[in-house]
């Protein structure tokens, strides 16, 4: 993932997925002999005994959920802001999910905050907290609604070994914020955005980076 000077969000993706599976249960059988009778041309005779031997097959099939990005709808993006110490900010950058089964979605820092590769001294400050936001709609065929969450950035930083935000990570079967089923809805969106910076000591000026990775996986 390469970083670019003045901009803070370069979302990578991973799409797992789940293969279809096909089982067919062994045959219930019933061997008894079947004899042939002959039929001696009497009206209404029926030979005695069974009509025909019968054996049963039972056939289950399978099929596993996929969970992914839309093609050409991957939030790859880059988002430039200017003067973050005097203004607030926001941007969002929307994406499409192609998961057909429950699913999770996690999203790891790259820094933590917006920070300034130059060093700081005292009375001034070289990073910049910011909150990411998730919102993600979903529809299972019976139920819909919306899955949301925010977290301050410094609580998905990469470095972090354990965090109380339910998105930081990289999304697996049992990491991530769980999302019920949720193919091609519109409105799913990952979002940036801080107030004005208020402190604590002065930023230094400068070009501020981040990068965010977002990932997305099937659920158990």
């Known amino acids: 993932m390469r970083k670019t000077s003045g901009n803070f969000l370069k979302a990578g993706l991973t799409a797992l997925a789940l293969s279809a599976g096909f089982i067919a249960a062994p045959a219930l059988a019933d061997t008894s002999p ?41 939030p790859n993006a880059t988002i430039t802001k200017n003067n973050i110490d ?13 998961c057909t089964a429950p699913w999770r979605i996690a999203v790891s820092s790259q820094n933590g905050a917006l920070k300034n590769a130059a060093t700081s001294s005292a009375g001034y400050q070289n990073r910049a907290p910011y909150d990411v936001s998730l919102n993600l709609p979903y529809d299972t065929g019976s139920s819909t609604g919306t899955v949301t969450a925010t977290c301050p950035v410094a609580q998905i930083d990469q470095a972090l070994g354990s965090s ?3 998105f930081k990570g990289t999304a697996s079967t049992t990491v991530g914020l769980p999302v019920p089923r949720s193919f091609n809805l519109s409105g799913s969106y990952i979002q940036v955005a801080a107030p004005a910076y208020p402190g604590p000591d002065v930023l230094i000026s400068g070009t501020y980076n981040d990068t965010l990775v977002v990932t997305v996986s099937p659920s158990v």
């Open 86 to 98: 005097t203004t607030a900010w926001s941007a969002q950058v929307p994406f499409t999910v192609q």
């Open 34 to 74: 079947i004899t042939a009778y002959y039929n001696p041309g009497i009206t209404g005779y029926t030979p005695p005994g069974p009509a025909q031997a019968v054996i049963s097959v039972n056939v289950t099939a399978s099929v596993g959920g996929t969970c992914g990005f839309a093609t050409g709808a991957a």
């Open 164 to 166: 109380s935000c339910n």
